[in-house]
């Protein structure tokens, strides 16, 4: 992964069965950032289970959006069947995730005008929870992955 895409509060998983076998896989919010590696601890349902340890960047994986995580994360299904959160009275946004030449695009909607206006790719969770903060000022809530 590259460390300047995380911040903390991030999720994202581990895929160091090198040296940490039992972590291989699993879940991990992002606590802290170093120059060459972050803070993690192993969450499940949502809750740290009780240790933190450094972890280094290259060993750190990201989540792949579906539809299924979105929905986990505040996301309604919209008009168009593709998942859609408000961020401001008015507004939301929403992400392709089917199959099609436009998927993963995230689009700025105007809710009361139902007009769509492309704004960004994001394939992966953590690319999300940082967009959704940069709109809003808020974490984007996740519920039990």
């Known amino acids: ?9 991030n999720l ?6 090198l040296y940490r076998k ?9 606590l802290g950032i170093n120059d060459e590696s972050a803070t993690v601890t192993v969450i499940e349902d949502c809750n740290p289970i009780g240790y933190t340890f450094g972890q280094f960047f290259k060993y750190l994986e990201p989540i792949e959006l579906t539809e299924d995580i979105l929905l986990k ?8 069947g593709e998942p859609q959160i408000d961020t401001f009275e008015g507004m939301a946004l929403s992400i392709s995730i089917k199959e099609t030449p436009y998927k993963y695009t995230v689009w700025h909607v105007n ?4 007009k769509y206006y492309m704004f960004a790719e994001c394939k992966y969770l953590h690319q999300v929870q940082n967009l959704y903060f940069a709109i809003t000022g808020n974490e984007l809530s996740v519920k039990k992955l």
């Not at 992964?1 to 509060?9: D, S, V």
């Not at 994202?12 to 069965?17: A, D, F």
């Open 1 to 9: 992964m590259k460390e300047n895409e995380l911040r903390i509060g």
């Open 111 to 114: 809710t009361t005008e139902c």
């Open 22 to 30: 039992d972590e291989f896989g699993k879940l991990m919010s992002v």
């Open 12 to 17: 994202v998983k581990s895929n160091n069965i």
């Open 73 to 80: 994360c505040g996301f309604t299904e919209n008009e168009n």
